[in-house]
């Protein structure tokens, strides 16, 4: 182990990090349609609801055939709108799922990632402390060896 390796994987990270930021971008920005295709549909079933409820009324005091046709036809291609908008905000809302799991797919690879590193770290870290502590006892191995042999000379 060494730093070129922590240096790949840091560019590995800087990588993923950017791809998981686009993925949040695009999960937002269908989160944001989805919002929006689910509010049109309410509007258009309240719409229609307020149709059906006001020509109601209106039918009520006097009517038509003319006007029950005109209001018939109307109300088909509303319906036919709804319908429509509900077909949208599905695949909306399916878009966003997809979405949702890309985003969680970039954030685990990032996680992971930066994982991979710290255990890296910890190796490189290790080997050097057990480089560290040969050489501490190799000195003082010598050390010990030369206080019990006059003959030895020291060499650091």
């Known amino acids: 182990m060494n730093s070129a390796n922590l240096q790949v994987l840091s560019i590995l990270l800087e990588r993923?990090?950017?791809?998981r930021d686009e993925a949040l971008r695009l999960f937002?920005?269908?989160?944001?349609?989805?919002?929006?295709?689910?509010?049109q549909h309410g509007e258009l079933a309240q719409y229609r609801s307020?149709?059906?409820q006001r020509w109601a009324q209106q039918f009520a005091a006097r009517g038509t055939m003319d006007i029950v046709g005109c209001y018939q036809s109307f109300g088909g291609r509303l319906d036919e709108a709804i319908s429509?908008?509900?077909n949208i905000t599905q695949y909306a809302d399916q878009r966003l799922l997809a979405s949702r799991d890309k985003l969680r797919q970039a954030e685990m690879r990032v996680a992971s990632i930066g994982k991979l590193?710290?255990?890296?770290?910890l190796e490189i870290n290790r080997a050097v402390q057990r480089q560290e502590q040969k050489a501490c006892d190799e000195q003082a191995a010598r050390s010990t060896q030369a206080a019990y042999n006059p003959f030895v000379r020291l060499s650091a």
Do not use: V
């Open 117 to 121: 590193i710290e255990r890296r770290r």
């Open 84 to 86: 429509s908008q509900s």
């Open 28 to 39: 937002q920005d269908a989160e944001k349609r989805a919002h929006q295709a689910r509010q």
């Open 16 to 19: 993923a990090e950017s791809e």
């Open 50 to 52: 307020d149709y059906q």
